[in-house]
Nanobody, 117 residues
Framework: EVQLVESGGGLVQAGGSLRLSCAASGLIFADYAIGWFRQAPGKEREGVSCISSSDGSTYYADSVKGRFTISRDNAKNTVYLQMNSLKPEDAAVYYC??????????WGQGTQVTVSS
């Protein structure tokens, strides 16, 4: 059984930092590309960042570029999203997504990030 467990969300003041984690089990973690998505109330889910399964290449949405850093530790089956200089508009539920080369996808349960101004 595949399980994704997210953690690290919480309440932070604007300008602060949080590190989200997504720990996976029940799959070969290194085979999966991983993305972080977020969804704020009343808005569509949007892609924030992703990291490849092969060469570790990364992508960031313009809104978070220079502030967020995605990384993965295949030995720990965990992906991280370091979020710095947080803004109120970063507040959302953050989800991790794992996708293999055949298109099989697994979503995490989400973790709430709240940023106070």
């Amino acid at each position: 059984e595949v399980q994704l467990v997210e953690s690290g969300g919480g309440l932070v003041q604007a300008g602060g930092s949080l590190r989200l984690s997504c720990a996976a089990s029940g799959l070969i973690f290194a085979d999966y590309a991983i993305g972080w998505f977020r969804q704020a109330p009343g808005k569509e889910r949007e892609g924030v960042s992703c990291i490849s399964s092969s060469d570790g290449s990364t992508y960031y949405a313009d809104s978070v570029k220079g502030r967020f850093t995605i990384s993965r530790d295949n030995a720990k089956n965990t992906v991280y999203l370091q979020m710095n200089s947080l803004k109120p508009e970063d507040a959302a539920v953050y989800y991790c997504l794992l996708e293999d080369k055949l298109g099989f996808r697994y979503w995490g349960q989400g973790t709430q990030v709240t940023v106070s101004s």
